[in-house]
């Protein structure tokens, strides 16, 4: 499966932008949460078939860049909501020893939404709500960190007040990746 993530960074220009983006992607293939990534100004495999034609890089600040950040947030907002809404009824129609042992002698939750009796799966929705990168995590921090929540995303865009930042530009550059 494809997903299209964005990493936010600094950096002093587009070209040093998509070198610290790079880095962010490369550690997260190397950590084998994704198989791979492609940036968007690569020719070969470009994503611009599958994702439509989005700049290789992006100046955070810029108002129509600033809506696809937040939408991208509410993307991961959504995510979560749809996982701990299951863990919930996981949690609510199930003993705990039926969902260690992922064994039950009757459904107890329909399965019309997941194909399967969700308890064979519980563990997988768990990870989902706890997981800080990967699938269902659609923004990446200047260091490579998931950025899971809306506080994080704030620090990020104010540069955590670190003055290293301070002369550096907010970038967000896209890439597909493959997991």
């Not at 860049?65 to 939408?71: E, G, L, P, T």
């Not at 995590?137 to 003055?163: C, E, F, P």
Request: aromatic share 12%.
């Amino acid at each position: 499966m494809h997903a299209l993530i964005y990493a936010i960074v600094y950096a002093h220009n587009e070209e040093e932008a998509l070198e610290k983006a790079k880095n962010v992607f490369g550690s997260l293939v190397e950590r084998h949460v994704f198989d791979y990534f492609v940036t968007f100004n690569e020719t070969v495999l470009s994503p611009k078939d599958r994702w439509g034609d989005i700049p290789a890089v992006m100046n955070a600040l810029h108002p129509d860049v600033m809506k696809r950040i937040s939408d991208t947030m509410d993307l991961t907002w959504e995510e979560f909501k749809y996982n701990i809404t299951i863990v919930r009824r996981l949690l609510d129609a199930y003993t705990d020893e039926e969902v260690f042992e992922e064994n039950t002698k009757e459904e107890k939750i329909g399965k019309e939404e997941l194909a399967i009796d969700p308890i064979y799966i519980a563990r997988h929705y768990f990870d989902c709500i706890a997981r800080s990168e990967g699938p269902g995590i659609y923004l990446y921090d200047n260091d490579g960190a998931g950025i899971t929540s809306r506080q994080h995303l704030k620090n990020v865009m104010n540069k955590w007040n670190d003055k290293r930042y301070e002369d550096l530009d907010i970038w967000l550059v896209p890439a597909d990746v493959h997991f």
